[in-house]
């Protein structure tokens, strides 16, 4: 079958079917499997040691009084580590440097909450209780702060300085996100077991990505990958905070490997407030030159994203993304583009949900809104001025990016018209009449979902089940269901007899993992091509086992029967039985496809906020929110809109709420709940939903991302909706958080008198 050419008629369970997620009754009766709920026998408990400074030379530690300490077995410190390697840094831009990685400080720390040395005792109170014994002195601010930029990377195309020269209006926007924190809601950890039989070292880690743990591990370990299985179990949130691996994780592999013991270490809610990785954090600005039409002529941007004391493997990535995806949605081909990233003595800068997607589309979506306030625009007639509009695509950004697919232009109208945007901005005027500040927000966002491959395996394994073995992962999203989906419509069989196998390197095929948004357009891509290689296979063999031409056969719900004679048939087991190859894992008739997407998928949509704020006290309330959204092919349609609201309550969380704040000297200010507000479910605005479904050309699924739109688009329409709404005090420029305190003070600072009613 070629793209999107499947039987008309939908199958039960198939792909496009809203059915409810297999793993939910697993995971609501307290079935599931996370990494605390592993306790092997004899399994000992690690605990770290952390630094109090953000930088100082380290005078003196010694492990020896901890090792007295009731029920501890050993200790480490990073001079006992020296001989370890490195993980890697992805190199994603040029000049990317590997910087060390180290489990435990050696000779001087870098941040508050680096791990100084570990202590592994016999249960978990006694380790962390045993910590307190070692003697440290560190000699704060002994060493320099951190103070080199890592990378800078320019975008440039056409002339941009005659652009401006002759431009009608200039937006101006600078944009401050706030570093806000990955939150899951189970935090990391990670057991470690070696076994002298097999010589292989087994780590259970709440990771988005096993294959690449693996690599990461052997590396530092100085071990072949052969010697390491990586297994993901059950994980609970990610959020791009699992993507990479953790000095912790590295330093729980090294020590059950040394000990011939099992290791597990599972973090403190506040060890990862404290030294999990962080996102956002950028600060951009950016100019917009517009003729007298509205239509933009030039963009000038830089952003600048910070990093941490150490780069985690996909550091860059927000920084590369940020830039590679401006000017977004528009048709702008003069552009001058710049990042930079820096590092700084504090935690980890990683991915976060959108990872450069959201610093872009905020970007560009204030830039529009100023756009359209200085030349008298409304922000809907503005962007539709700029859209890129179809037959443009496959469309060329001026970063060398290719934009797959999709109607931008029907989107918004349809945004329009869902919205009933004409009588919202009537009846806003009516609103502030009577001296109420409501404002309208727009964003038009777009969402790239990663390029390169993803594998699957898809076999028999002996009790006859079709076994959908894939080398992405989950942790949480629902794959085992919308897998399932795709290998029940392209065989025709029920989902009962599917069994979707992830996250254990020794049992699924390589893969880069679960991050991206990729997963369905890239994995599901090799699944879908994985089960028709299978299919032909299980085809072939079964008119083989029925002794007639493959023609004369056609497979059933249970397997395969003649045509002409129904009754003889042959089911999956039996197919299972005869079959005379099996691969590594067991599995008959096995194919095994690696798929490399042809360019990326690039999914859209527009979100359409309206807020409300109290003038007195600075309040700002989402009202509503107006939102369409084009994925391409949706799998399952409930799991892909509990990707939305997930994403869109993360977002919310960012614009409203979210800070992490370090003090003057490195200190985290926001090191628990108490200090940092995550939004919670009375906070999400009613939703209404649109959809387009325009097939994505980089992948035969024709699936887009989902995952990360909500981060994306929303923060960016509420952010534009609460300017609106502060228009009347003459306010242009807001940062996020918008929490009561950032609008109160935008009011108490405004020039404008309020709006007499
Ligand atoms: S921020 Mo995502 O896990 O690529």
Same mark, same amino acid.
């Given at each position: 079958m070629s793209k999107l050419e499947r039987p008309s008629a939908s199958h039960p369970g198939g792909i496009g079917q809203p *059915?409810? @997620?297999?793993? &939910?009754? +697993?995971?609501v009766t307290g079935r599931g499997q996370f990494v605390d709920d592993l306790n092997p026998p004899g399994c000992l408990h690690l605990s770290f040691l952390r630094s109090a400074y953000a930088h100082g030379r380290i005078a003196t530690l010694s492990l020896a009084p901890a090792l007295e300490a009731p029920g501890v077995v050993a200790a480490f410190s990073g001079d006992d580590l020296a001989s370890l390697g490195a993980a890697a840094v992805n190199a994603v831009l040029p000049g990317v440097s590997q910087s060390y990685f180290r489990p435990l400080a050696t000779g001087a720390v870098e941040a508050v909450g680096q791990p100084l040395a570990a202590v592994i005792a016999k249960t978990a109170p006694q380790a962390a209780d045993a910590v307190n014994f070692i003697a440290l002195d560190i000699d704060p601010d002994t060493t320099q702060p951190i103070d080199e930029p890592a990378i800078a990377h320019q975008w440039t195309q056409g002339d941009v300085e005659a652009a401006f020269k002759n431009a009608a209006a200039i937006a101006d926007v600078t944009v401050r996100h706030a570093r806000v924190a990955p939150f899951t809601l189970e935090p990391r950890a990670a057991l470690a077991d070696w076994d002298h039989r097999t010589r292989t070292l087994t780590v259970w880690l709440s990771t988005q990505t096993p294959h690449r743990a693996r690599q990461d591990l052997a590396r530092i370990l100085d071990l072949t990958e052969e010697h390491i +299985? #990586? *297994?993901? =179990?059950?994980?609970? /949130?990610?959020?791009? /905070?699992k993507a990479?691996?953790? =000095?912790?994780?590295a330093m729980v592999a090294y020590a059950a490997y040394t000990l011939q013991q099992p290791v597990k270490w599972c973090a403190t809610r506040s060890e990862d407030m404290l030294a999990a990785t962080h996102g956002r954090g950028a600060t951009s600005t950016g100019q917009l030159a517009f003729d007298a039409s509205g239509r933009a002529l030039a963009l000038r941007a830089r952003l600048a994203f910070p990093l941490g004391h150490w780069l985690p493997y996909s550091a860059f990535m927000p920084a590369r993304n940020g830039g590679r995806i401006l000017p977004g949605p528009y048709r702008i081909e003069t552009v001058a583009i710049g990042i930079a990233a820096q590092r700084s003595n504090t935690a980890a800068m990683n991915i976060y949900r959108g990872a450069g997607r959201p610093e872009a589309a $905020?970007?560009?979506? @204030?830039? $529009? &809104?100023?756009g359209a306030r200085r030349l008298g625009l409304d922000p809907i007639a503005i962007r539709k001025r700029n859209l890129i509009v179809p037959a443009k695509f496959p469309y060329t950004t001026p970063t060398g990016e290719v934009l797959d697919s999709g109607d931008y232009p029907t989107l918004l109208a349809? !945004? #329009?018209? %869902?919205?009933?945007? %004409?009588q919202l901005r009537k009846q806003q005027?009516?609103? +502030?009449?009577?001296?109420?500040? !409501?404002?309208i /927000? #727009?964003?038009?966002? #777009?969402?790239?979902c990663g390029h390169g491959w993803e594998s699957a395996t898809v076999g028999l394994d002996g009790d006859g089940h079709i076994v959908a073995a894939t080398g992405t992962s989950a942790q949480g999203q629902g794959r085992e269901t919308s897998y399932a989906q795709i290998v029940a419509d392209t065989l025709r069989i029920p989902l009962a007899q599917i069994v979707v196998?992830? /996250? &254990? !390197?020794?049992?699924t095929p390589a893969g880069i993992g679960a991050l991206a948004s990729r997963s369905t357009p890239i994995g599901g891509s090799a699944l879908l091509l994985a089960t028709r290689g299978f299919a032909t296979k299980a085809h072939d063999l079964a008119a083989r086992l029925l002794q007639c031409a493959t023609d004369e056969i056609a497979a059933t719900d249970t397997g395969f029967a003649r045509l002409d004679d129904p009754g003889v048939r042959v089911n999956w087991k039996a197919l299972a039985d005869a079959a005379d190859d099996r691969d590594r894992t067991g599995l008959a008739l096995a194919n095994h496809v690696v798929f490399h997407a042809d360019g990326e998928a690039w999914s859209y949509g527009c979100c359409l906020a309206r807020v409300s704020i109290d003038p007195d006290t600075g309040v700002l309330t989402v009202e509503h929110i107006d939102w369409v959204d084009d994925a391409g092919l949706v799998i399952n349609p409930t799991l892909a809109e509990g990707q939305l609201i997930g994403g869109m309550a993360q977002g919310l969380g960012e614009a409203l709420l979210e800070r992490i704040i370090y003090d003057g000297e490195g200190q985290l200010i926001t090191g628990s709940l108490m200090d940092y507000g995550l939004p919670k479910a009375t906070m999400i605005p009613p939703l209404r939903r649109g959809e387009m479904q325009t097939p994505a050309r980089a992948n035969p699924l024709g699936a887009k991302g989902v995952g990360e739109s909500g981060c994306i688009g929303i923060p960016a329409a509420v952010v534009n909706a609460a300017i609106d709404a502060l228009a009347p005090y003459g306010v242009t420029q807001l940062d996020m958080p918008l929490n009561p305190e950032t609008i109160w003070r935008a009011l108490q600072n405004s020039t404008f008198p309020r709006p007499i009613t």
């Open positions: *059915i409810a @997620r297999f793993e &939910d009754a +697993r995971l +299985r #990586v *297994i993901a =179990p059950d994980v609970g /949130g990610a959020f791009g /905070g990479s691996i953790y =000095p912790e994780e $905020m970007l560009m979506e @204030r830039l $529009m &809104d100023d349809k !945004t #329009v018209a %869902q919205s009933d945007y %004409q005027t009516r609103e +502030r009449r009577h001296g109420a500040l !409501t404002g /927000g #727009v964003a038009f966002y #777009v969402e790239p196998r992830h /996250g &254990d !390197t020794a049992r």
